[in-house]
């Protein structure tokens, strides 16, 4: 195995790269840091899936990479979209790389639509911000068309948001994220609250979205079922770090994390006889525990991991992943590498 260092060559065909990015709140009661040293790569036409537990930092990250944070949210680290650090960008020009070269879906399309008006003016109203040297023709097929590909037929065109679906109203999000054919999307949770056949095709909507447009799509979610259909690589993150990262199909055959693994467990399939849980629950982020975060909730835990936060290392599958018991070795101290004890770190063993 070998330590992943912070910043590694970034490929050619990578759209986006994220280095060390660190989003926090400021409260009463001190600091909420949301995100806390997150780095990854995404490549053209790839689907990045980010996975966790509610509260992990995922939709904080997906907007934070796209510069829509509150103004009281402070951001540092290094966020490279084509050769551009988004970090520190002026509003203006932030402005005016959303939504021709970045997107985003959000997860609650009945919020995000205004009700007072038809499907077609958030479409134009898009469009004339964007791309003003469109006549008004060329805006509405643009519309329709871009429409018709996620299957809402040009007779809809002028209906409000309350005439259509759930299912109905999640495509019409997706059409105008992707109207201005950005390089970048995020979907943060796009199926949450949809049925099961709906979920269904609004994967295979984003799926010929990425074939079709070559589209880097980040895929926020909480089900690992969308993640291994939907995703080829994975992040799994827990309290504003990600634990493990690495090729879809491995991390779900073999996961390097205790975490990973105790989410894969909690899983309910056709086969499952009892339920799994990871006791506990995620840490309070203004005051994380020390060391590994998950220590206190894992099974595996060492004397070495509330001393410690662990390095990134790659394991013989690829899959970059902080935890002590991949090593590196020469960083454990003598004793480091005994269980801790389950009532030191405040986790009951299980009945």
């Known amino acids: 195995m070998t330590t992943t ?52 930092g995922k939709s904080t990250l997906g907007r934070g990479v796209l510069g829509l944070l509150p103004d009281a949210a402070k951001v540092a680290g290094h966020v490279l979209f084509e050769g551009e650090d988004l970090v520190g960008m ?5 402005r005016s790389l959303r939504g021709p070269q970045l997107g985003l879906i959000f997860q609650e399309p009945m919020t995000r639509l205004n009700p007072l008006m038809r499907v077609s003016q958030h479409f134009l109203e898009t469009l004339r911000t964007h791309q003003p040297e469109l006549s008004k023709e060329q805006m509405r097929r643009r519309a329709i068309d871009t429409l018709g590909a996620m299957g809402i037929p040009p007779t809809r065109f002028t209906n409000y948001p309350h005439e259509f679906s759930g299912g109905m109203r999640q495509r019409i999000m997706i059409a105008l994220a992707l109207v201005l054919n950005p390089a970048f999307v995020v979907a ?12 269904a095709q609004i994967l295979t909507i984003l799926a010929d979205v990425k074939r079709n447009f070559d589209t880097s799509i980040l895929l926020i979610t909480h089900n690992l079922g969308i993640i291994a259909e939907a995703c080829e690589r994975v992040a799994v993150m827990y309290a504003g770090r990600i634990a493990e990262l690495g090729d879809a199909r491995a991390v779900f055959a073999r996961p390097a994390h205790p975490y990973t693994r105790e989410l894969l467990a909690s899983t309910i399939s056709l086969s499952t006889t009892s339920l799994h849980y990871i006791p506990g629950a995620p840490p309070d982020l203004i005051a994380p525990p020390s060391g590994c975060r998950f220590h206190p909730r894992c099974p595996d835990a060492m004397t070495v991991c509330p001393q410690r936060h662990p390095p990134v290392v790659t394991t013989e599958l690829n899959q970059d992943v902080a935890c002590w018991l991949h090593g590196p070795d020469d960083q454990i101290p003598p004793g480091g590498s005994a269980p801790l004890e389950r009532e030191a770190i405040g986790v009951a063993d299980e009945a």
């Not at 002026?90 to 932030?94: K, V």
């Open 5 to 56: 260092p912070e910043l590694h060559h970034v490929r050619p065909d990578t759209v986006m790269s994220v280095r060390d990015l660190r989003i926090w709140y400021g409260t009463a009661r001190g600091a909420v840091r949301a995100v806390d040293g997150v780095s990854f790569d995404i490549r053209r036409g790839e689907t990045l899936g980010l996975v966790g537990e509610s509260g992990c």
């Open 90 to 94: 002026s509003r203006r020009r932030l």
């Open 188 to 199: 943060d949770e796009p199926t949450t609250a949809l049925d099961v056949l709906v979920e």
